[in-house]
């Protein structure tokens, strides 16, 4: 029997990455708007990516199987 291809979850596909090394990549929110007040560095802080980990990361996993 044929291996049962599951649909990629198109909004996680959009928010997530998936590195070369297995790690699930996703944006920090909070960057986008009402940074007059936000810090210097808060704003520096907001602009790199995070690297989530756990049973989160296993989850987006199972929502973006191909990437």
């Known amino acids: 029997m044929p291996k049962i291809k599951v649909k ?8 997530f990455k ?8 996703r944006a920090r929110g909070g960057g986008s708007h ?7 560095k808060r704003k520096r802080r907001l602009n790199n990516p ?7 990361a296993k989850r987006i996993k199972t929502y ?4």
């Open 50 to 56: 995070e690297f989530m980990d756990g049973n989160a």
């Open 34 to 40: 009402l940074n007059e007040k936000k810090g210097r």
């Open 64 to 67: 973006v199987p191909y990437k």
């Open 18 to 25: 998936l590195t070369a090394s297995g790690k699930v990549k």
């Open 8 to 15: 990629t979850n198109r909004s996680a596909a959009k928010r």
